[in-house]
């Protein structure tokens, strides 16, 4: 297609005569300026193409967020809190979109009369905040004008936008997680995510493991479950090499991993 601009290019002759040269440099400007306007008008158009919506004859260029499927938080997402702890983990690397019908509900409870509302709301402000400044979040505030405008619930409104963005609702709302598992759109509920995350054992469980070595405290043995995780039993170094029966006393869990404190079933101690 740049075959005949090419021969043109070749044809040109540039001489000492100053008014063929400023001819020559008309027609190189004259050839060029189609190519640089539409190699312009190219790069805005994908460049905006987030921002804005271009509707062509039977194309649209829809709005598109960057990364994976984004997360939309609702007002009791905001409000709990542990949204911010989980972010701080850099688990999560889809966008965090707060829709900006959410964000007004929000302030609207921290500008509440009522003194415990007025609190939670203030909170879910301070968990935005520490969201956004956070390095490794990406938080938008999500502006859908055409949703704002329907007479829907906040709910309502929330399901249509992770439907239209195609995201996932991140909720702590169990009403809301169900509507919205009908209508077909992923919600993440934060108690379920805790529930899955909580400790294999709690203190007073019975578990059974083999004593393979002597801790670091006198009398102390140390078993492993299957899954490596360490157990300390208190006076169980001379069962060294024989399975027993430990009732949990305590569970010490960090970055490092978990740890299980207990005492021999049988031994007769207390907790």
Do not use: H, W
């Not at 520490?130 to 979040?137: D, E, P, Y």
């Amino acid at each position: 297609a740049l075959e005949p601009f090419r021969q043109q290019l070749i044809s040109i002759k540039i001489t000492g005569d100053e008014a063929s040269s400023a001819l020559d440099v008309m027609f190189i400007i004259q050839l060029l300026s189609p190519l640089i306007l539409s190699y312009i008008s190219i790069s805005f158009l994908l460049q905006t193409k987030d921002d804005f919506r271009f509707v062509i004859p039977y194309v649209e260029f829809s709005r598109e967020l960057k990364g994976g499927r984004p997360l939309v938080l609702d007002s009791s997402a905001l409000i709990d809190g542990r949204i911010a702890d989980v972010s701080e983990t850099q688990i999560i690397e889809s966008q965090l979109i707060v829709p900006s019908f959410i964000l007004k509900e929000v302030q609207d409870i921290a500008d509440s009369g009522d003194k415990n509302r007025r609190t939670r709301g203030r909170r879910g402000l301070d968990v935005l905040d520490k969201l956004q400044k956070s390095a490794t979040t990406e938080v938008t505030v999500y502006r859908a004008a055409g949703i704002e405008r329907k007479d829907l619930t906040n709910d309502q409104r929330l399901i249509e936008l992770a439907s239209e963005l195609g995201g996932r609702i991140v909720t702590n709302d169990f009403n809301l997680n169900k509507v919205a598992s009908l209508q077909g759109v992923s919600a993440i509920n934060l108690n379920d995510v805790a529930n899955a995350l909580k400790p294999r054992f709690v203190p007073g469980d019975l578990l059974r493991t083999k004593i393979a070595k002597e801790g670091e405290s006198p009398g102390q043995g140390v078993g492993f479950l299957d899954d490596g995780t360490m157990v300390v039993c208190e006076q169980a170094a001379v069962l060294i090499g024989k399975e027993i029966d430990v009732v949990v006393t305590s569970v010490l869990q960090n970055s490092a991993g978990r740890m299980i404190f207990g005492r021999q079933a049988d031994s007769g101690g207390t907790a």
